[in-house]
């Protein structure tokens, strides 16, 4: 098996990693679609930003408490309940969307039952993955190649769905990902996982939810490393939010020329989780974090200055570049480093700052594109990523020594 595919020898891991590559091209048809309805019905950036809140603000207030139910329940079941209720939403906006009674409202409130979905599934499955994976060695390539289908759904399922708009209407990519979830639920079901012997804990979950964060944070690099990833997630993913804005006022276009722009960052974060999952091992990652997050910056300040989609699609492949392989090496040290007894709780802080900190950056910057113009709010954020990158850059010796003596502890 070629080294980039090493983790599928594990027969669970297989299954997961055919039902997330039909599900994740649906879901990004589904949030393309989702953005474009919105902005079409309102014509507004603050509300483009109040969406993007409201699916990912339940990440940052409910990842801790599914870091600790991840820590103490049976995980495969935990998934299996949670695809079900993720494909109540699909069938919801879908429903609504053909009856023509969908209204604003419904998909902020349907974004934010989204959001309370993801942010108990991502904790989970990080906590899942030894499960599916048992070679602890192959772990880092797993995170690699679940990344890798993620954006391979970014890539393909923008450019989907802006066809899908163009010839039809929003109502078919929601019904498109809806019948995604049935490929999902089989793959859970037929994976052969004997069910988790939990220890059971004297402490109460505020307790338990202290020792996490004591460790995360007592652990230098991973508070460091959680620290840049909220910088970014705060500053550079919003651009996605406001993409429509830019594609209408700045390009004159439609929802073709959306997806065929968040089709192209999807395309560079799809070579930067090929890259990833190429690599052998996570030693040498710390060193390439301030290069991939210094990249995105400078992209993103030259695509706020850009004014024709031709010469912004290069641009947002090196943003999703940069974006994805800053995120997924903070994973893939994080999942290398950490103590088993303590993932569920400690990789929901990753999910906090990763997801749960973007829906702030999002409604911080709609309400600021209302005032100064999307373009100048993606330019602040492209500079405030270089600036971190610098800091990142002064601290490596702070990051690198720790966790290779960890991963030497470890045999990683």
Not at 116 to 132: G, I, S, Y
Not at 133 to 141: K, T, W
Not at 273 to 301: C, D, E, I, K, P
Request: hydrophobic fraction near 60%; aromatic fraction near 10%.
């Amino acid at each position: 098996m070629l080294p980039i595919f090493r983790a599928l020898r594990h027969r669970n891991y297989k299954l997961f990693f055919i039902g997330q590559g039909v599900s994740l091209v649906g879901w990004w048809i589904q949030q393309l679609a989702l953005n474009w309805l919105m902005y079409r019905m309102t014509g507004s950036a603050l509300l483009l930003g109040l969406v993007s809140f409201a699916s990912n603000i339940p990440v940052l207030l409910l990842a801790p408490v599914a870091g600790i139910v991840s820590d103490r329940f049976d995980l495969h079941r935990l998934m299996v309940l949670i695809q079900a209720l993720e494909m109540l939403q699909a069938v919801a906006l879908t429903v609504l969307a053909f009856g023509g009674w969908i209204a604003p409202w419904h998909i902020i409130a349907l974004a934010a039952f989204m959001g309370v979905c993801v942010a108990f599934e991502l904790p989970v499955r990080h906590a899942f993955m030894p499960q599916m994976v048992a070679a602890r060695e192959d772990i880092p390539n797993a995170v690699a190649l679940t990344s890798f289908i993620s954006n391979g759904g970014r890539l393909i399922g923008p450019s989907i769905a802006g066809v899908v708009i163009t010839l039809a209407s929003e109502a078919v990519c929601f019904l498109i990902n809806t019948l995604t979830y049935i490929v999902v639920l089989w793959t859970f079901v037929s994976m052969r996982v004997a069910p988790t012997a939990r220890e059971r804990h004297a402490a109460g979950g505020w307790q338990r939810f202290k020792e996490g964060a004591a460790y995360a944070w007592n652990f230098v690099p991973i508070r460091l490393l959680l620290a840049a990833l909220a910088v970014m997630s705060f500053m550079a993913m919003p651009y996605n939010t406001l993409m429509p804005v830019i594609v209408r006022e700045v390009y004159h276009g439609g929802a073709d020329v959306l997806g065929y722009l968040v089709g192209s960052a999807g395309f560079g974060a799809f070579l930067g989780t090929g890259y990833l999952a190429w690599r052998s091992q996570v030693r040498g990652l710390v060193r390439m974090l301030a290069y991939t997050m210094a990249a995105a910056g400078a992209a993103l300040v030259l695509f706020s200055l850009s004014r024709a989609a031709l010469l912004s699609a290069p641009l947002l492949l090196v943003v999703g570049f940069g974006i994805l392989a800053t995120t997924v090496s903070v994973n893939m040290i994080m999942q290398s480093i950490v103590d088993d007894d303590k993932r569920g709780r400690v990789m929901s802080f990753y999910t906090m700052a990763f997801l749960g900190v973007s829906p702030l950056g999002a409604l911080c910057a709609g309400a600021l594109a209302e005032w100064i113009g999307a373009s100048h709010v993606i330019l602040i954020g492209g500079a405030c990523c270089i600036a971190t990158a610098l800091v990142l850059a002064r601290a490596q010796a702070t990051l690198a020594r720790p966790i290779t003596d960890k991963l030497d502890t470890a045999g990683a």
